[in-house]
Structure formats: structure tokens, C-alpha cells
T-cell receptor, first 114, second 112 residues
Framework: EAQVTQNPRYLITVTGKKLTVTCSQN?????MSWYRQDPGLGLRQIYY???????DKGDVPEGYKVSRKEKRNFPLILESPSPNQTSLYFC?????????????FGEGSRLTVL | DQQVKQNSPSLSVQEGRISILNCDYT??????FLWYKKYPAEGPTFLIS?????DKNEDGRFTVFLNKSAKHLSLHIVPSQPGDSAVYFC???????????FGTGTRLTVIP
């Protein structure tokens, strides 16, 4: 089954404790991206990757890091989480390297930073 | 600055009637538009799209209309069904860009 898998689905952590949200897709997509969803703000892009070892900032990259060492995986790293990073996070992937087009989303990871 | 706007946070419609969800955009470079549907505790799923070379695209009960001069698009659902109750996101992109810009979403409730 074609899917984007994120882990963990739910996480409560404390300020400053490094965490990683994993994302894996089994569709051989070149393009992958992370979004956060906040009330009244919709979905905002954090980082994206056009292919292995190619990553770039989206609209709200501050406080986040990513890596793309393998085509299928695109982890999101919060080195020192803060309460304003409490949010619902979505990983997404797409066939099209030139334009994201139709994105396939994971089920989301709800993060709470105390 | 929000480049894609959905000004109605919520909409309630009777089962069998038409649902019309609206979306406005500000960036004239956008040339591809999509609608996503999101159920609680799930990720958004692609519903329907339209290229700027068209003004209408239809897929079963779902039709998207694009008015480029007004920078406005709308999603029509006819007839509406209770299973259509979800949050609908409008999204837009420009050729060569690497991002989809999303609206804030409209929660549709279809009343049986």
C-alpha cells in the first residue's frame, strides 16, 4: 500500500529536549516536505527536499533541521524545542521534482512542548 | 502574508444540497490549484485540481471553478453527503516553484 508514515503520532516533551520526527514514504517519490498546521494559519511549509542530499527552507524553518540521506526518509529534527513549536506536523511527498503538485500526506504528528 | 485565503472557517449544508467552498489568492504567478480534504486524525488527501489554462474541472460530484481575473476559485459538491463532512483546504502553486501554498481551511458539515 502506497503511504507516508510518520512517527511518533503523538509526543509530549519539555523545552530544550531534542527530538526527531521520522517520515518515510514507499512510493519512490523524489520530492518530500514538512508542514505544520496551526489554528487560523492553515498548513505552512517548514522544509522541503527535491532529492537525496538536496534540502531547502520553506516558509517557517526557524528552529528546525532536516536531512535527506536516503530517498525514502526525511526526518524533522527539533534541536531545542520551544513551546511555540507545539503544533500538528505533516510530512508529504510527491512524484514531481519540478513542482510539488499533488502531495501525499502522512497522518500527522501532534507535538506538545511544555 | 497569506497568499491563499479561505474566508469562511465553516459551512453547514443539508444532505443532498450543493456545498460551495470558496478560495481567493493574491499571487498572479499561481497557475495550478488543488483542493485537499482532511478528516480528523488523518492527513489531508488530494481531492481535485485545476490548471490555469482551464476554468472548470469536474470529477464526479466535485467541480472546481477558476476565475483568473478575480483570482478566485470555488469547489462545488453536488449532491452533498454526510461523508463529505471534513475540513477542505485550497492550495496553489506556480510553475517551477517548490511549494504549495495552503489556505486556512473550511470546515464543512453536511447535516443528514
Amino acid at each position: 500500500e502506497a503511504q507516508v508514515t510518520q512517527n511518533p503520532r503523538y509526543l509530549i516533551t519539555v523545552t530544550g529536549k531534542k527530538l526527531t520526527v521520522t517520515c518515510s514514504q514507499n512510493m519512490n517519490h523524489e520530492y518530500m516536505s514538512w508542514y505544520r498546521q496551526d489554528p487560523g494559519l492553515g498548513l505552512r511549509q517548514i522544509y522541503y527536499s527535491m532529492n537525496v542530499e538536496v534540502t531547502d527552507k520553506g516558509d517557517v524553518p526557524e528552529g528546525y533541521k532536516v536531512s535527506r540521506k536516503e530517498k525514502r526518509n526525511f526526518p524533522l529534527i527539533l534541536e531545542s524545542p520551544s513551546p511555540n513549536q507545539t503544533s500538528l506536523y505533516f510530512c508529504a511527498s510527491s512524484f514531481s521534482p519540478g513542482s510539488p503538485g499533488e502531495l501525499f500526506f502522512g497522518e500527522g504528528s501532534r507535538l506538545t512542548v511544555l | 502574508d497569506q497568499q491563499v485565503k479561505q474566508n469562511s472557517p465553516s459551512l453547514s449544508v443539508q444532505e443532498g444540497r450543493i456545498s460551495i467552498l470558496n478560495c481567493d489568492y493574491t499571487n498572479s504567478m499561481f497557475d495550478y490549484f488543488l483542493w485537499y480534504k482532511k478528516y480528523p486524525a488523518e492527513g489531508p488527501t488530494f481531492l481535485i485540481s485545476i490548471s490555469s489554462i482551464k476554468d472548470k474541472n469536474e470529477d464526479g460530484r466535485f467541480t472546481v471553478f477558476l476565475n483568473k481575473s478575480a483570482k478566485h476559485l470555488s469547489l462545488h459538491i453536488v449532491p452533498s453527503q454526510p461523508g463529505d463532512s471534513a475540513v477542505y483546504f485550497c492550495a496553489a502553486s506556480a510553475t517551477g516553484a517548490n511549494n504549495l501554498f495552503f489556505g486556512t481551511g473550511t470546515r464543512l458539515t453536511v447535516i443528514p
